[in-house]
């Protein structure tokens, strides 16, 4: 039996409707992209979470860097322990020289100390038992002279016919500290400068670029300062220690140490996470021009 036409013709539109391999019409941009805030935030939550560790890296290689700074120039607590090396001038004289005792003790009678710690803006003084009893004002682009210490100290002013060779080995203490002082001086204002420019880059890979540079700049002059001061610590050390003649003993400031470190590799972190933005995560400009869209909240090429 036919069916009527009228009825076979409304069955027809009916399956034409919703049948699925009918061709739909294409989903333009504007269908597809999510304009509202929920939607961009769901597609920019990795960039902005690698923004914000970034930038709260920078606050904990500021903090460091501040401890770095500030480390030895008072007699406190915590900043009394914070310093590049120490050298311990107790018992100079080796007790097998005859009458060392007495020698080391007339030494502290007319100004020797029994140790001298120095930092990055000054140096401090004082004797065992007793602690610290003088710390030199703060200096900018300071560098520690130790026969300049000792003569002013202990000779009254007079003068030292210093060797060439120790006066060009001093001469290179004093740039090489110089560098040092002003690598992280800047490298601490640049931090936390950052602090507050790295979350623009969850606006723009534009923004990537700068950052990424100025990241770049901040972790190098942090390592070459960290590498400094490291190399003139282990060197003040071993040629303190290597006159044989001389009792005199020295330490590296391990507070220091792993302050101006762990600022550094805070500030690798965060190079890091500002060179792959440039490359990787969406940004809210994507969305917004069509370079992504919101699929399953996340942006994905167009």
């Known amino acids: 039996m036919g069916l009527p036409a009228v009825l076979r013709s409304r069955l027809n539109t009916s399956s034409e409707k919703t049948d699925p391999s009918t061709p739909s019409t294409p989903i333009s ?74 020698i080391n003790s007339i030494a502290q009678s007319i100004g020797l100390h029994d140790f001298y710690q120095v930092g990055l803006w000054n140096f401090c003084e004082g004797y065992v038992g007793v602690g610290i009893t003088y710390c030199s004002p703060p200096r900018t682009l300071y560098w520690f002279n130790p026969v300049e210490v000792l003569t002013n100290e202990l000779l009254s002013g007079a003068t030292i016919a210093l060797p060439t060779q120790v006066v060009t080995i001093l001469s290179v203490l004093r740039i090489t500290s110089q560098i040092m002082f002003g690598f ?64 005199i003993h020295a330490e590296v400031g391990p507070r220091m140490f792993i302050f101006m470190w762990l600022a550094t590799g805070f500030s690798i972190w ?21 370079r992504r869209v919101i699929r399953n909240g996340r942006g994905v090429r167009f």
């Open 184 to 247: 992280f001086l800047t490298a601490a204002l640049l931090a936390f400068l950052m602090i507050f420019v790295s979350p623009l880059a969850v606006a723009s890979r534009w923004w990537s670029l700068p950052l990424a540079v100025a990241s770049f700049v901040e972790m190098l002059l942090l390592i070459a300062a960290s590498v400094v001061g490291t190399a003139i610590s282990v060197a003040f050390k071993y040629a303190a220690e290597a006159q044989s003649e001389l009792n």
């Open 29 to 102: 941009k504007e269908h597809v992209l999510e304009s509202n805030d929920a939607g961009f935030k769901r597609a920019t939550r990795m960039r902005r979470n690698f923004a914000l560790s970034a930038s709260f890296s920078y606050v904990l290689a500021w903090i460091f860097l501040v401890l770095v700074l500030v480390g030895n120039t008072y007699p406190r607590p915590v900043l009394s322990q914070t310093y590049f090396f120490k050298l311990d001038l107790t018992d100079i004289i080796p007790t097998s020289v005859p009458n060392a005792s007495l």
């Open 270 to 290: 965060a190079f890091a996470a500002h060179s792959g933005m440039g490359c990787c995560c969406t940004s809210r400009r994507d969305l917004r021009t069509g």
